[in-house]
């Protein structure tokens, strides 16, 4: 069975840093792109930040790069996105998907609805 399962997240205050992770399984994760995803309560979701591969530069837009950093792990598995400076508008729940071949700033802002595979959301909260 395919599994995403993304962690990490809590209660976080302003100006706060957190790592989520994202650990797959159940399909070939050197393979797939894997992207950082969130929806706020009441708003759209909203893709943040992808990565193909170690030896690939990340995608990310442009709300959130001089913030969150995403990187991998081949050897685990596992996908992870530090998020530093952390603003209330950043409470949301934080998904991370996987795809084959989607990975790019209009992929995440576009196409989010064609990645592959999904996780679970992993929920951040960021009070002042």
Not at 30 to 37: L, Y
Not at 59 to 76: G, K, L, Q, W
Request: overall charge negative; some cysteine; glycine content about 8%.
């Amino acid at each position: 069975d395919v599994q995403l399962q993304a962690s990490g997240g809590g209660s976080v205050q302003v100006g706060g840093s957190l790592t989520l992770s994202c650990t797959a399984s159940g399909f070939p994760f050197n393979a797939s792109a894997i992207g950082w995803f969130r929806q706020a309560p009441g708003k759209e979701r909203e893709g943040l930040a992808c990565i193909f591969n170690p030896d690939n530069a990340p995608f990310y837009v442009p709300s959130v790069e001089d913030r969150f950093t995403i990187f991998r792990d081949e050897a685990i598995n596992t996908v992870y996105l530090r998020m530093n400076n952390l603003e209330p508008e950043d409470t949301a729940i934080y998904y991370c998907a996987a795809d084959s071949y989607l990975c790019s700033d209009y992929a995440l802002q576009y196409l989010a609805s064609q990645f592959d595979h999904w996780g679970q959301g992993t929920l951040v909260t960021v009070s002042s």
